[in-house]
């Protein structure tokens, strides 16, 4: 069995929860395309969507046809290129939706929901990989903070970013940077009043979350905080900060 890593665990688990048969999928806040990518290497027909011009750009120049649109108003707010873009064409429905690491960003939630489920086909499947910043105590705050520093100290992580520093109490500086976020049971909730939940488990985040601030890819240190966090969590002393669940549109 191939050793779970920080770079291939999302890719395991959504090789459990796809379809191995090519499906239409919309992938909601794509960023630079990595996801949306891996789903097309897959087989599958990929409408990737993203409101940053910058992270569209981006996923544009690795291969992938992303569109610039709000997902509360897709396909009203996309670009309409039909050169870079499969676009939605108001009669054909999705097989599935893929959020990942997109949903806490999203504003009006209730609003984004009601349009996802809208572009979903009837028993269509929703795949969302989420962070629940909500979910971390002091000690989560510290650990990432404290890695993080360790990081930026030996030249390999951009942290400057993160608001306080040094000496601030971490879990203040935390909430101070992701209060603007939606917090998981809020996400959570508006997901069972819209879907039917198949499966949910929550997850390591921390980890990918210093992983984005990486500036000279440095895997093997990743891989290591990705197994310590892990260990931690299995241990006690530190509380899962992410989830993942499918569901099914009714």
């Not at 990737?48 to 910058?54: F, G, L, V």
């Not at 404290?146 to 109490?169: F, H, K, N």
Request: aromatic letters at 6%; a negative charge; charged letters at 20%.
């Amino acid at each position: 069995m191939e050793t779970e890593t920080v770079d291939n665990h999302q890719y395991a688990w959504l090789s459990q929860v796809l379809s191995r048969q090519p499906q239409r999928i919309l992938d909601v806040g794509c960023g630079r395309g990595a996801l949306a990518s891996e789903l097309m290497r897959r087989g599958h027909l990929v409408t990737a969507i993203d409101i940053s011009p910058e992270a569209v750009g981006a996923a544009r120049a690795a291969g992938v046809p992303a569109v610039q649109a709000d997902v509360v108003t897709y396909p009203d707010s996309a670009d309409n290129d039909p050169a870079l873009a499969r676009h939605y064409d108001g009669g054909s429905l999705f097989d599935a939706v893929v959020m990942s690491l997109s949903l806490h960003h999203v504003h009006p939630l209730q609003a984004a929901l009601d349009r996802v489920r809208s572009l979903l086909r009837p028993g269509g499947l929703l795949v969302v990989d989420e962070f629940g910043w909500d979910w971390a105590d002091r000690a989560a705050a510290t650990w990432f903070y404290d890695a993080g520093s360790l990081l930026a100290a030996a030249g390999v992580a951009d942290v400057t970013r993160e608001p306080g520093g040094p000496g601030r109490d971490p879990l203040e500086r935390w909430r101070e940077a992701h209060g603007d976020h939606a917090p998981a049971d809020v996400m959570l909730a508006a997901l069972a009043e819209r879907f039917q939940v198949t499966s949910m488990r929550q997850e390591p985040y921390l980890s990918r979350y210093i992983g984005g601030k990486v500036t000279n890819g440095s895997t093997d240190v990743l891989n290591e905080l990705w197994r310590i966090e892990r260990d931690r969590i299995a241990a006690g002393t530190l509380p899962p900060t992410g989830f993942r669940m499918t569901a099914r549109s009714m």
